[in-house]
C-alpha cells in the first residue's frame, strides 16, 4: 500500500490561512471516513490534531479544521501563528485493513 | 491524564530481536482502547507497525508482519513489541500511542503518543 500525497512544503504569514492537501485513492481516503491529521514539532512525538475526517480532540484550538472531497483530505489553518511551525502529517484506513500515513508537509511561517 | 512511556534496549545487532515496552499510566490497559506501535526512520515518515485491543487481538502492518508480535500485558499495565531478524533499516524512533475507542477501529487515529525511544541498530 503506498502512502498518501502530501505537499514537501507549505509556507504562509502569520495571519493568513493554509491549507495541506492528502491525496490517497478509492480504497483508502476515498472510502473511509478515518482520516486523521498530526502535527509533529522537531524532536517531539506527533500530536493528534484532527480525527475522523473533521473531529477535533479536546484542547486543539478551532483554527485547525479538516475536510474530504474525493479521494483528498484536507487540513486547514487560520489565523497562522509562530507556534503552528511544524511537520503535519495524514492518515488514513485502507480497505487493506492497514493504516497508511502520508509522507509529512513542512509548514513554515514567514 | 494518559501517559505512555516507552522502555527497552537503544542498541540491537542486526540480525538479532527488537523487544520494546510500553508503560501506560492514567489509564487501564483493559479500558475499551486500542494500543498501538508506530515507527520514523531518522530524517523521515512515520509507518504504523501495529496494533493491540486488550484481549489479544491483533492487527499488524503486511510488510512487517512476518517478523512482528505486539502482546498486553494487563497485569503490568503495559505491552510490548517484537521484531525480528532486524536490519539497519529498523533503525527509527519508536513510538507506542492509545489507538481508537473499541467501538472504532485499530486502523485509526493514535492520542496520546509515548515521548518515542531511538533504536539503532548497529554491529
Known amino acids: 500500500q503506498s502512502a498518501l500525497t502530501q505537499p514537501a512544503s507549505v509556507s504562509g504569514s502569520p495571519g493568513q490561512s493554509i491549507t495541506i492537501s492528502c491525496t490517497g485513492t478509492?480504497?483508502?481516503?476515498?472510502?473511509?471516513?478515518?482520516v486523521s491529521w498530526y502535527q509533529q514539532h522537531p524532536g517531539k512525538a506527533p500530536k493528534l490534531m484532527i480525527y475522523d475526517v473533521t473531529n477535533r480532540p479536546s484542547g486543539v484550538s478551532n483554527r485547525f479544521s479538516g475536510s474530504k472531497s474525493g479521494n483528498t483530505a484536507s487540513l486547514t489553518i487560520s489565523g497562522l501563528q509562530a507556534e503552528d511551525e511544524a511537520d503535519y502529517y495524514c492518515?488514513?484506513?485502507?480497505?487493506?485493513?492497514?493504516?497508511?500515513f502520508g509522507g509529512g508537509t513542512k509548514l513554515t511561517v514567514l | 491524564q494518559v501517559q505512555l512511556q516507552e522502555s527497552g534496549p537503544r542498541l540491537v545487532k542486526p540480525s538479532e530481536t527488537l523487544s520494546l515496552n510500553c508503560i501506560v499510566s492514567?489509564?487501564?490497559?483493559?479500558?475499551?482502547?486500542?494500543w498501538g506501535w508506530i515507527r520514523q526512520p531518522p530524517g523521515e515518515g512515520l509507518e504504523w507497525i501495529g496494533t493491540?485491543?486488550?484481549?489479544?487481538?491483533?492487527y499488524y502492518n503486511p510488510s512487517l508482519k512476518s517478523r512482528v508480535a505486539i502482546s498486553v500485558d494487563t497485569s503490568k499495565n503495559q505491552f510490548s513489541l517484537r521484531l525480528t531478524s532486524v536490519t539497519a533499516a529498523d533503525t527509527a524512533v519508536y513510538y507506542c500511542?492509545?489507538?481508537?475507542?473499541?467501538?472504532?477501529?485499530?486502523?485509526?487515529?493514535?492520542?496520546?503518543w509515548g515521548q518515542g525511544t531511538l533504536l539503532t541498530v548497529s554491529s
Open positions: 492514567g489509564s487501564s490497559i483493559s479500558d475499551t482502547y486500542y
Open positions: 492518515s488514513s484506513s485502507t480497505s487493506s485493513n492497514t493504516l497508511i
Open positions: 500511542a492509545r489507538g481508537d475507542r473499541g467501538s472504532g477501529s485499530p486502523y485509526n487515529w493514535f492520542d496520546p
Open positions: 478509492s480504497s483508502d481516503v476515498g472510502d473511509y471516513n478515518f
Open positions: 493491540i485491543y486488550h484481549l489479544g487481538y491483533t
